[in-house]
């Protein structure tokens, strides 16, 4: 772990051990990988191979926590291709808080070239949270398609549960308080791809806490 | 954002985030189920007081498939036939709940006092204003343009496939026919300014108007030369606006001589098109005089995105309500104009 200079970003680049301003990293690289190992062991187990398979990863995070996902089950189950399982599903127009929040951005939805009917789609996100977003998601997957079965997969979940949704899949149950604020850092997202910051410093994947700063957090439901 | 009224409002990150949003909602119109359940609840008023087909229907559809509820009024059939003024049908639409209000009028600057009268809380989208703008149909005349040109590796920029974030930069548009009368063609010379782009207007010079010295763009009396010359990557033809030519006979007015000359010098051919590059695409916004500024070889050449312009007006108005009523409209007041 290099703890180089601290450097002014929008946020703060922390080492798994640093504390200082109330970030406290919870889950680091090889845990997050040794996680998403069980995860894909479970779903061969649970869907006896992998067979009609389609991985759906929510933007942003859930899309390359989908894609480390399929790589895994290709080396469980070697006929399996990544890029023939996994895709990606913008759940932003099916949100039920859109006049609640600024205009979202709405991202790529991306479906596997064999579409979604009759397979089973297991749907993959960093942070389980109110189940809202989830909510969404099955609505977005009743317009786009009728896949046999749907499963849910969250590399955090940190309960407050609004809505009867539970995961099938977990990474790490991670009780919380609701002034709490869980956030999921992964290389493929929030890397800096030409080193923006100027540091040679490297991010890493990593489950954070911190302290929510004030009542009201425009951040969405994580 | 609050309201659209005028291409000359908008900066390039505006654009091109209608212009993104307008690609999304392009995907989702490829489904079995076009319908998304976004702006449930919402309700949006078409407010025509001129004709018009397919920017009503555009409107309409573009609405209904985000599951807002619409309302048509046309001025035909209205209270407004009965010698009603704007601001009193305005105050009616308010009482009624509208959260937007699409608004067609022959006066310029109609849907500027709409927006900013204070008769109405609702958005206010520029659906055509006399002979001033049309933000709309710039906005999807970009839209095509970006999906076919950019990216392709003319403009420069080697990136193929994706146009998603990018303007017009370095991308030539030939804009050919009745710019005096257009406010199509005014629409589309700020915004494919703001993105880029460089436009040179064509026009007999009876149909160029005062003031055009100020515009960001060329201006050229002859087809032939721009077409040669510019090699331009879009080429697009402008409806002779016939009944707004007063006495409007077999000489079109007094705008010029007569039909076949003019078709002989601005009428886009199989000769002209011959001229151009392979990439080159030909754009009208609609509807098309046969005959007149555009032959039927032109109108149905593969090279033709007449068709495709319509559809994309249904994406790009999509994503003009999405980003006009999706979000928290206080916060978003406080935070622009």
């Known amino acids: 772990m290099s703890s180089g200079p601290a450097v002014p970003s929008s946020e703060p680049t922390v080492t798994p051990e640093d504390t200082s301003d109330g970030v406290t990293t919870v889950l680091g690289e090889a845990e997050i990988a040794r996680a998403l190992t069980r995860i894909a062991h479970e779903v061969v187990e649970r869907n006896k191979g992998a067979r009609d398979l389609v991985l759906l990863g929510i933007p942003t995070r859930g899309v390359p926590l989908a894609e480390r996902l399929a790589e895994r089950l290709a080396t469980i189950e070697p006929g399996l291709v990544p890029a023939d399982v996994v895709g990606e599903l913008d759940v932003t127009m099916y949100r039920d808080d859109l006049h609640k929040h600024p205009v979202r951005t709405i991202g790529a939805t991306r479906l ?81 791809p030409d080193g923006a910051a100027g540091s040679g410093q490297a991010v890493t994947d990593a489950v954070l806490i911190s302290q929510r700063p004030t009542s009201t957090s425009s951040e969405g439901t994580r | 954002m609050k309201h659209l009224l005028s291409t000359a409002d908008l900066t390039r990150a505006d ?12 995907a989702t119109q490829s489904r079995e189920i076009k319908k998304l359940p976004t702006l449930r609840g919402r309700t949006v008023v078409n407010l025509f007081f001129e004709d018009s087909t397919r920017t009503r229907i555009s409107f309409e559809t573009a609405a209904k498939r985000l599951s807002a509820d619409v309302i048509n009024f046309s001025a035909k059939g209205s209270s407004v036939s009965k010698g009603e ?49 049309h933000p709309t149909q710039a906005l999807l005349d970009a839209f095509t343009m970006r999906r076919h040109l950019v990216g392709r590796g003319a403009a420069g920029s080697a990136v193929v496939g994706d146009p998603t974030g990018q303007d017009l930069a370095g991308l030539r548009v030939a804009v050919v026919g009745d710019v005096l009368h257009s406010r199509v063609a005014r629409s589309n010379v700020h915004l494919l300014h703001t ?43 402008l409806r002779v606006q016939r009944e707004r030519m007063s006495g409007s006979g077999a000489g079109g007015g007094a705008f010029f001589p007569n039909p076949l000359e003019y078709t002989r010098n601005f009428g886009l051919d199989g000769r002209r ?34 068709v495709e312009q319509v559809a994309n007006g249904v994406a790009v108005r999509m994503a003009v309500l999405y980003l006009l009523l999706a979000g928290d409209a206080s916060k978003e007041r406080a935070g622009l104009e």
């Open chain 2, 195 to 237: 993105l880029g782009a460089q436009v040179t207007l064509v026009a007999p010079p009876t149909l160029v108007p005062v003031g055009v010295e100020t515009w960001p763009c060329d201006v050229s009396y002859h087809l032939d030369e721009v077409l040669a010359e510019t090699a331009p990557d879009a080429v697009m033809m």
């Open chain 2, 273 to 306: 098109l011959a001229l151009l590059p392979d990439h080159t695409i030909v754009m009208h916004p609609g509807p098309m005089n046969r005959g007149l500024e555009i032959s039927a070889e032109a109108a149905d050449s593969p090279r033709a995105v007449i």
């Open chain 2, 85 to 133: 003024s704007l601001k009193d049908t305005a105050l009616t639409l308010q009482a009624m709940g509208a959260d937007a209000v699409v608004i067609r009028h022959q006066a310029s600057g109609a849907p500027h006092t709409l927006a900013h009268a204070g008769w109405v809380e609702a958005a206010v989208v520029n659906a055509g204003d006399g002979m001033h703008q």
């Open chain 2, 15 to 26: 654009a091109i985030r209608i212009l993104d949003t307008a690609a999304q909602m392009a």
């Open chain 1, 112 to 192: 596997p070239a064999s579409g979604i009917d009759g397979k089973i789609v297991v749907l993959v996100d960093d942070v389980l949270f109110s189940g809202r977003t989830i909510r969404a998601a099955l609505d977005a997957i009743s317009d786009i398609g009728r896949p046999r079965a749907v499963q849910l997969a969250a590399l955090v979940d940190r309960g407050h549960r609004e809505l009867p949704i539970r995961p099938d899949y977990v990474g790490k149950n991670l009780p919380t308080s609701l002034s709490e604020r869980v956030s999921v850092r992964l290389v493929e997202t929030d890397g800096t």
